[in-house]
């Protein structure tokens, strides 16, 4: 316990030390320690014999719901917290209201940030240009912005598809042959892109929701190189294209019962993010993620399979 | 177990569920894709028997028929990924299943699903955040998740290296059992038996087995039939 403590004031983005007592009292606590936890899940999937029973994945379930003893011995906690501290760790720890949370984030950020801690009026100026001129490029939203801690050549693309542009223009090649397609357009279309990639798949997720009790946004993101920014995403909806209709059939496979059409427009009561949409290559990199904010949500815990 | 749009496999019974997204994240994604990364030569989705005609109508409308929409038309294959084929009924997988594409291969699984089991450990404390700190702790997330993956790169192209070699030896022994039957039991003459074998994948593993198995005659003929000539170098 005094080692976890000790070492948690030692965190660069500390606002209050954890009160044992407070949690021994049974009074709530919001623990955010994303990579902290995560990294200890992993290293608790990996070496199940190292006995951190504490790490479990239902720890964070337990410290945001209703606080728990955190049982550690000092060896443990050293090895762990010092590799979080490693990767860059935000930790906040807070107690009390919602507004005072919200406080606690936008400290940590400024901190961290602190060219992004931009006025209100100008978020908002920011915010009404909206992301037309991101739409321009694209890719827009990843650049122009002071990414400090990140490592941009590892982000831009997979290491394994750059690795591989000669094998992946020998495949366009015999593709265009096969659809009798125009070369020289194909040329200029691949020519400007020297990261072609093999295969993306995208998938939605629900696992990762927002309640709308956690808090709206006082502060524009200050960092955005996979997830986009959602008034990116209301622009992209605006836009003429993004409202095509495809005749839909009335005949042929998968047309008779779809009833996911029926419900991708639910809206949750609770949720105002109801989970996240990501694009990925063949070799598990992340490209590109979306938060969504329509679809069935279910919440966190009340997985669908209990329901069945 | 991974979810599907709207189907879940459980005990070999489709229950049909109340989930699912609209067509317009999976074309801002495609977007920001193509811009950064060029037209995909394949793209998986759960959906893709019914969201590939949208993608192309979208590309259409965006770039006015450019060489984009015709590439995402001509050039791009649609596969559904190897689970969530098995919940669309047997026409559909019939159709759109990644073993009767093009160029396609075998795939890696389902990437997403694997990302999205790991990143579903922050979501509790993810839902209380405020949202401009959710979105940088969902960038955190991402990068580490990307960092992993670097790591984990050489192990995981040698077990695919090893999955695509030990699938080619197999479809190769299948072929040339099948050339050498269709000789012996019908005894069909090899330009016959170069016509009588179906598809353009049986013709780019031929170039090897056949020759290799002293049936030149028989890649002959397929490519012959191709309108590629027939001589074999």
Redesign the interface.
Known sequence: MTAYRCLVTCLPVVMQPLDLSRVAAGQKV??????L???L?DTVDACPRLGVAAFS?SL??RV?RNGCAIELTPDTVAKHISRALH??T?LTLGMGSPDA??DL??A??DREYPSNAVSEEEDQSVAAEGGAAGME???SHREGQDAGL??HD??A?????RGSQEY?LK??E???R??G??VG??E???GG?H?????????????????A??????????????????DE?EA??R????L?R????KK????V?????S????MSRH???TG???????????????N?T???CN???SG??AR? | MAWTRGVVPVCDMMVVHDAGETWNYGTKLMELVIKAHGIPLTMWYDINCRFKQHAIDWAEAKWGGGVEAASLAKLTAYPLPPFHVSCHNATCQWHNSHMRMYMVGLGAGEPPEIAWAHMRKAGHILQYQSLSFRHVSIERIVARWNESKVHKLIPFMMEAYMRATTREAEARRLLNAVVNKMRQQQGASDDKVGCMLPSERVLALSHDTLRADTNVAVHEALLRRRGGGGQVS
């Open positions: 919001y623990l955010y320690s994303l990579d936890l995560m990294s899940s994945r964070m379930k945001s990767e860059f935000i949370r919200r984030e936008a940590a950020m490029d694209g890719s990140w490592d590892l982000l693309a997979c290491p394994a598809c992946l495949i366009v015999s593709k265009i096969e659809g397609l125009d357009e194909f200029a279309l691949l892109s990261s072609l990639i093999h295969s993306m798949y995208i998938d939605g997720h629900f696992g990762l929701p927002h309640r009790s956690g808090g709206s946004s006082d502060h524009r993101p200050p960092i955005s190189l996979k997830l986009l920014r959602d995403m992209f909806r836009d003429p294209s993004s095509t495809t005749q839909r059939k042929g496979p998968c047309t019962v779809f009833q996911a059409d419900e991708k427009r639910k949720h105002d993010r996240v949409m990501g694009a990925f290559c063949r070799h598990g990199f992340c490209l590109s993620m979306i969504m329509e679809g069935a919440g966190v815990d669908r399979g069945l």
